[in-house]
Each structure stands twice: as structure tokens, then as C-alpha cells.
């Protein structure tokens, strides 16, 4: 069973596999830190809005205008936290098409390799013999 499983994890596919998702992981902090850092400000200072704070209090404890003590007061819906995370999303998913699309336009640029004619099975061989020997006997 563990001899199984070192062929299993020690794949080609699964070594790329994590390797995708531990670079998809560290993209996502750049991500996160571009969408919080740079954009949600740039927005928030041409339209005065900040929508980390935007919430609804869920019940009348909730008064607060700020995310963090209201979520101590009481039930809070988040939904800037969302629209941050809405953006995350559309900016990976734009990132992701842009080097899928590169990697297509690459494949396609690189020649074809010619591949060589398949050799022909022993028995079909024979039977072309046998068949050009037939022929001779004919003619």
C-alpha cells in the first residue's frame, strides 16, 4: 500500500498539481493585497466610499458605523466584505484567462513535430508478402 501510494503522489500530475496550488495561493495574497491595498482606495477616494465597512446589522444591538465593533455588538451582513472578494475573483479569473489564452498562442506558434509513419504490425508485413508473391505468380 505505501509503495501505491509513493507511484500515486511522486506523479507528474500530482507534483504539478501542488505546485499549482501553492503558487494559486500566494497569487491570491498578491491579489487580496492589490484589490484592499490599491484599488478599494482608488475607488474609495474618487467616491468617498470604503466598502469594508459596508454592513447591515442583523438585529438592534448592532449600532456602530465600524465593521470590527459592530461585529462585537451583535449579528452583522457584511456585504463590502463580498464586493472585495467579488473583485478578488474578477481579477484572478481575468489574470487566469489572459495566461491561458498566451499559453494557447504559444502552442499554437511551435511547429508540429512530424511523426513518423506507424510501423506496421508483423502479420499485416506478412500478408503483403503474401499477396505481392500472388500477384507474381499470376503475371
Known amino acids: 500500500m505505501l509503495e501505491e501510494f509513493k507511484k500515486f503522489a511522486l506523479k507528474g500530475n500530482v507534483v504539478d498539481l501542488a505546485i499549482g496550488v501553492i503558487i494559486g495561493a500566494a497569487f491570491s495574497?498578491?491579489?487580496?493585497?492589490?484589490?484592499?491595498?490599491?484599488?478599494m482606495p482608488f475607488i474609495g477616494?474618487?467616491?468617498?466610499?470604503?466598502?469594508?465597512?459596508?454592513?447591515f446589522g442583523l438585529n438592534s444591538a448592532v449600532t456602530s458605523p465600524i465593521l470590527s465593533e459592530?461585529?462585537?455588538?451583535?449579528?452583522?451582513?457584511?456585504?463590502?466584505?463580498?464586493?472585495t472578494?467579488?473583485?478578488?475573483?474578477?481579477?484572478?479569473?481575468?489574470?487566469?484567462?489572459?495566461?491561458?489564452k498566451g499559453i494557447?498562442?504559444?502552442?499554437?506558434?511551435?511547429?508540429a513535430k512530424e511523426e513518423a509513419p506507424a510501423a506496421k504490425a508483423e502479420?499485416?508485413?506478412?500478408?503483403?508478402?503474401?499477396r505481392d508473391l500472388l500477384k507474381q505468380k499470376q503475371a
Do not use: C, T
Not at 477616494?45 to 454592513?55: E, L, Q, T
Open 85 to 100: 472578494a467579488a473583485i478578488n475573483f474578477l481579477i484572478i479569473a481575468f489574470v487566469l484567462f489572459i495566461v491561458v
Open 123 to 130: 502479420d499485416v508485413v506478412l500478408l503483403g508478402e503474401i
Open 104 to 111: 494557447n498562442r504559444l502552442q499554437k506558434q511551435q511547429p
Open 70 to 83: 459592530a461585529k462585537k455588538q451583535g449579528a452583522v451582513l457584511a456585504y463590502g466584505n463580498f464586493v
Open 45 to 55: 477616494a474618487v467616491g468617498s466610499v470604503d466598502f469594508s465597512n459596508y454592513f
Open 29 to 39: 495574497r498578491i491579489v487580496d493585497s492589490l484589490v484592499s491595498d490599491i484599488i
